[in-house]
């Protein structure tokens, strides 16, 4: 037969045309290319806790070795019930209202393509962690952005138009993500923002979806409130959460959401479909983590903040502007300072040039030009890590 020649795009969903590949992954790839110090992707360089890790192999040597129940392990169902309990009061019944996924990133998409119809909207405050955009669209949905504007002053937090957010509740809005602590800007919600966003979810009767996988790592005193414990919100919210990141397990891939029951029972169902279920053996070593004592999450909390007090000041002497975070593991920067042409230019610089590796502040932004001026540092790494990234940007000063 004559090889017939077929269009690159004949076999391809007109949905994967609207996003890109994660840049985020881009740069871990060129961070290995050249070798760099690999501050762009959220991942920790340092082990996860011994008694998880035993935890694990020991399912696994139990023979834990098969199907979880596919909407996941009830010992770890009971102990997200309990934690969710214990830390802010919210109380989960373990049967009807959680869905164990393969890691949040799975629970946020099977929330989406559960709740959401063609012609759907949802709110999703900007900058972004990337993967929401690429989320709403391939769930249907049309994602509508809100600005948070950056502080002008260190004690400053990033904040929000409450006109702006008003007006992007539209009749077909169905869902506002919601991520706090915040990647990338480090903004922690506090109630006031929260009763707004409340108010506003409760009169236009949309759903809160919260991602609040830093919830434990947290600075300055800073306090995280799930929205689902406002008056109002516990049957419009659905909330997630993961081990990857209060755990330095982001390999494993375990997560979780937690809503009420008809909710849950559409993201179980959707759950079931794309994944069967989370890996068994890690679900039993999670429910160990989650049984951890509170000085665990006291000990996690204050070593992330000495990482940040030792990068923000070398990337200060370095020239860069830095937004204090208050939460999560991340410094957004402005690279006004530097005189680049944009934020994709600079990062491939830093990464050939300096060997370090950050993430260009456009893909957190809708219009990349809102970013062009921004790159974001994660500082979930070893000291002598961070140290050594502190060495490399002497270098970009005397450039
Ligand atoms: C805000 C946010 N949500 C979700 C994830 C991914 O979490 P998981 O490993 O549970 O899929 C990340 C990872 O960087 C994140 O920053």
Do not use: C, D
């Given at each position: 037969m004559a090889p017939v020649s077929i269009h690159p795009k004949h076999f391809l969903s007109d949905k994967v045309e609207h996003f890109t590949e994660s840049v985020i992954r881009e740069m871990t790839r060129q961070a290995m290319q050249h070798r760099a110090i690999n501050l762009a992707q959220g991942f920790p360089d340092f082990p996860a806790p011994a008694e998880i890790k035993q935890a694990a192999q020991d399912a696994i040597a139990a023979d834990v070795n098969q199907y979880a129940i596919t909407w996941g392990a009830k010992n770890l169902r009971n102990a997200i019930a309990r934690q969710m309990q214990e830390w802010q009061g919210i109380q989960v019944d373990p049967e009807k209202e959680i869905v164990v996924c393969c890691g949040s990133t799975e629970a946020m998409i099977a929330s989406l393509l559960a709740v959401c119809n063609k012609g759907d909207e949802v709110v999703v405050f900007e900058p972004f962690y990337e993967n929401y955009g690429p989320d709403s669209i391939l769930s249907g949905a049309k994602p509508r952005f809100v600005s948070l504007r950056p502080p002008?002053?260190?004690?400053a937090e990033w904040t929000f138009d409450e006109h702006e957010l008003r007006d992007a509740f539209q009749p077909n809005t169905k869902a506002i993500i919601l991520n706090t602590?915040?990647?990338?800007?480090g903004k922690v919600f506090n109630r006031k923002e929260l009763e707004l966003i409340r108010d506003l979810c409760v009169e236009y009767n949309v759903l809160a979806i919260t991602d609040e996988i830093y919830e434990h790592i947290l600075y300055d005193g800073a306090q995280h409130i799930s929205i689902a414990r406002l008056d109002g919100m516990r049957e419009r919210t659905i909330t997630i959460n993961g081990l990857s990141k209060s755990y330095s397990v982001t390999g494993w891939r375990v997560g979780w959401a937690v809503a009420p029951p008809a909710i849950t029972n559409a993201i179980r169902k959707v759950h079931d479909f794309l994944?069967?279920?989370?890996p068994a053996p890690l679900q039993e070593a999670g429910a160990a983590a989650l049984s951890l004592p509170a000085s665990y999450y006291r000990d996690l909390a204050e070593r992330y903040r000495t990482r940040r007090d030792r990068l923000i000041p070398a990337l200060e002497k370095a020239g860069f502007h830095c937004y204090r975070p208050r939460g999560a593991y991340y410094v957004m920067t402005d690279i006004?300072?530097?005189?680049?042409?944009?934020d994709v230019e600079f990062a491939s610089y830093l990464v050939k040039e300096i060997g370090i590796a950050c993430v260009p502040g456009s893909s957190f932004y809708k219009h990349p030009k809102d970013g062009s001026q921004q790159v974001r540092f994660a500082f979930c790494k070893k000291p002598e890590t961070l140290d050594e990234a502190a060495r490399r940007l002497e270098k970009l000063r005397q450039k």
């Open positions: 002008h002053t260190p004690e602590p915040n990647n990338p800007t994944t069967v279920g989370a006004t300072a530097f005189g680049a042409n944009n």
